[in-house]
């Protein structure tokens, strides 16, 4: 008898489904479907559900942890080479400085001090605290060095020892210190409004000299016959014959005076505008120099006859005859900004301003932001 025939199902693929070896119908492997996929993923999402918020909760402790282990077992080095800072820097502006080529030091805006050793080819940078700016700079025969500047600012450097700061009561309007001078076995201040300070070898102790003032004291400088003479606002010219007790004044003109210096009986003053008076009698007379510029001359200083100034766009004058011929100095490539000091140095002259400049038989050395010429 044959075997009946096996008609499809009613929506199926219309293909019969092959015969068993046992002659009962089995269903295609090709569209067999099984339920474990469902059942693993549901499984999976209920752990989830159960896990995945406990995560949550747990890893700000984990994190917390970590950081905790770190702080005390972990410790930090620094294996690299340390960074050194450049001598100077593209912004720096210097006002000061004194000493000579085995001993430079050199300060000015925020606060930094550099220091020349070995002819000035080494130069070395620090950074006072205070940050303030640092207006001018001295140094006694025994190595003592004090720095002054704004706000009633005062450092002081004892040799081998560190920088400790002394600042002097000073009133809360003009209170710049301006300069700072080692003459006949004192340390001297200047200033705004009257300031004057005096202070013995080591600079421990000061005394303020006089009554405050509304007039700048722009230098103070040694005359003849152990005068002392201030350089003030308003064209005055202050001289002392008593150690600074008492005090004459003078007026030259109405432009503020900067410096002034004497040799023997000869002295200059220089100020505002090109103005410049010279005295061949000690100071008692002065007279006033033919213009040889118009711009503000900030220092003057001399050595064996020759004198030098120094001020805004690059001036940088010489004579050794003040009343009257004066020449242009500058050799090529000096700063055209402005230089606040000159300062004899072996066989020529440190300038001091926007450019650190050694100046020696008209040959120009720039000290350079690694500390060498």
């Known amino acids: 008898m044959q075997s009946p025939q096996t008609v499809p199902d009613a929506g199926s693929s219309g293909s019969a489904c092959p015969p068993s070896r046992s002659g009962v119908s089995r269903p295609d492997p090709r569209f067999r479907t099984s339920s474990r996929p469902a059942a693993h993923a549901f499984r999976k999402a209920q752990a989830q559900g159960v896990i995945l918020p406990w995560i949550g909760r747990l890893s700000p402790w984990v994190l917390i942890a970590g950081l905790a282990y770190a702080a005390v077992f ?7 080479a340390p960074l050194s800072q450049p001598v100077l820097e593209r912004r720096d502006m210097f ?3 004194a000493g000579d080529l085995d001993s430079l030091w050199v300060v000015g805006q925020d606060g930094a001090i550099l220091h020349g050793v070995d002819g000035a080819t080494q130069w070395s940078r620090e950074v006072l605290p205070t940050r303030t700016n640092l207006q001018a700079v ?12 704004n706000l009633g600012d005062l450092w002081l450097k004892a040799p081998g020892q560190a920088w400790s700061h002394a600042p002097l009561p000073v009133g809360e309007v003009g209170g710049k210190l301006l300069d700072v001078a080692f003459i006949d076995g004192h340390f001297w201040v200047s200033g705004e409004m009257g300031v004057l300070f005096r202070a013995g070898p080591d600079a421990g102790n000061w005394e303020r000299l006089g009554d405050e003032q509304d007039v700048g004291f722009n230098a103070i400088r040694p005359g003849t016959g152990g005068d002392l003479w201030i350089a003030a606002e308003f064209g005055r010219l202050l001289r002392s014959r008593d150690g600074g007790q008492s005090w004459s ?3 030259l003109g ?4 900067r410096a002034v210096a004497f040799e023997g009986q000869v002295g200059v003053a220089v100020g505002n505008a090109g103005h410049a008076y010279v005295s061949r009698d000690g100071g008692d007379s002065w007279n006033a120099v033919a213009p040889f510029t118009t711009d503000h001359l900030h220092d003057v200083v001399v050595k064996e006859g020759l004198w030098s100034v120094v001020g805004d766009h690059g001036v940088y004058f010489q004579s050794r005859t003040p009343s009257e011929a004066w020449q242009d100095v500058a050799p090529a490539g000096l700063s055209k ?12 002259n440190l300038l001091v ?6 100046i020696e038989a008209g040959r120009l050395t720039v000290i350079t932001a690694g500390g060498r010429p």
């Open 337 to 348: 900004g402005y230089f606040t000091r000159v300062l004899p140095v072996a066989g020529g």
């Open 353 to 358: 301003g926007q450019q650190l400049a050694m």
């Open 138 to 149: 001295a140094v006694s025969p025994a190595g003592v060095v004090v720095a002054v500047g």
């Open 254 to 257: 109405s432009e503020s005076l």
């Open 249 to 251: 004044t003078l007026e």
């Open 74 to 80: 972990v410790k930090p080095s620094a294996n690299g």
């Open 95 to 97: 006002f000061g400085a």
